[in-house]
């Protein structure tokens, strides 16, 4: 899906601002993801850590949970923002649930830095593992 310039940028906004919500007191790594979905809403998340390292959630989980649990089940597009010189890609769990509710989505990443990444999430997973597998 090719984002237009209005959207890429509501999306980019909603994903800066997620990142001050983070709670990452152990990698001081703040992260924040805006989704678009199927209903045209966008849904925000920030990465939220645990002590308990295996326990962490991602910015892009969180934002797709969030969806998910309003029902929304298509996901568009996904904007990642880190405090960076040079944007970072979601990583494979991400990947893996972003492909449950949007293989074709299109994938931003964005920083501090003029670096971006826009890509899709079948460059970034080719091959995914998902639901018509089990069917």
């Avoid at 237009?4 to 601002?17: F, Q, T």
């Avoid at 994938?107 to 998902?130: K, M, Y």
């Amino acid at each position: 899906m090719k984002l237009s310039a209005p959207v890429c940028r509501r999306l980019e906004k909603a994903a800066r601002a997620a990142a001050k919500a983070s709670y990452s007191p152990y990698s001081k790594f703040p992260v924040g993801a805006a989704i678009l979905v199927g209903s045209g809403k966008i849904y925000t998340g920030c990465n939220v850590e645990n002590a308990s390292y295996g326990l962490c959630n991602c910015a892009e989980r969180t934002a797709i949970f969030t969806a998910a649990a309003q029902g929304e089940r298509i996901v568009r597009a996904v904007v990642v923002y880190t405090p960076t010189e040079t944007p970072t890609s979601p990583c494979g769990a991400c990947r893996q649930v972003i492909n449950e509710f949007g293989p074709a989505a299109a994938v931003v990443s964005i920083c501090d830095g003029p670096g971006r990444i826009e890509t899709t999430l079948g460059q970034l997973l080719p091959h995914a593992f998902g639901p018509k597998n089990l069917l």
